[in-house]
């Protein structure tokens, strides 16, 4: 009788093995399924965003952008590092700051404040006038080329104006824009 009782129980624990076995692997299926879809819907979840001025409508995800919000950053951007005087050149560059990457802050913050106290010692004001349907976006590289009149004005006294292009090379990384480069060059 010992015999039979211990064999149905070893028949009943092969068994109950199997259906672990089966359920462990079912649950682990189910799991790495939801993982996938998770991470699908977070990479591709789509925000809206209102930046500082809003001239249209966008659309941006967790992974890209798209060239309407590339153009109205880079005219912030540039906002923020051409329209200076010496009373707000502190602020405007303090604002640009923040959309600098932490590993760039050593090679950019140091030029900024120089500029801002080379502004502020000569009284020196400036702005730009981005020119209309002259602005080139290239949504791979998430750079941005604006064609404008740069003008400035030392004190009291109007310097001539300048026909400039502006590179403005900006990141995109979970969600966050970074601004990585502004490049002046005289317009050809």
């Not at 890209?64 to 153009?71: E, M």
């Not at 951007?77 to 760039?104: C, E, M, W």
């Not at 590179?167 to 995109?172: G, L, N």
């Amino acid at each position: 009788m010992d015999r039979a009782i211990r064999r149905q129980f070893l028949e009943i624990s092969r068994l109950l093995n199997v259906f672990l076995a089966v359920g462990f692997l079912a649950l682990s299926l189910v799991s790495v399924t939801l993982a996938a879809g998770l991470a699908y819907a977070l990479s591709h979840q789509r925000y809206t965003i209102v930046p500082p001025t809003v001239s249209g409508a966008f659309t941006l995800s967790q992974v890209q952008v798209d060239n309407a919000y590339l153009t109205m950053m880079s005219d912030y951007f540039l906002h923020l590092k051409f329209d200076v005087t010496p009373s707000n050149v502190h602020r405007q560059y303090g604002r640009l700051l923040d959309y600098i990457p932490a590993s760039l802050w050593p090679l950019v913050q140091p030029t900024l404040l120089k500029d801002a106290e080379r502004i502020r010692h000569q009284n020196v004001s400036s702005h730009l006038d981005i020119l209309p349907d002259e602005t080139r976006v290239d949504i791979n590289t998430l750079k941005v080329k604006v064609s404008g009149i740069l003008s400035k004005a030392v004190g009291e006294r109007q310097l001539p104006t300048q026909a400039v292009d502006v590179h403005v090379k900006m990141d995109y990384h979970q969600g966050t824009i970074r601004l990585l480069a502004i490049h002046q060059e005289a317009r050809e």
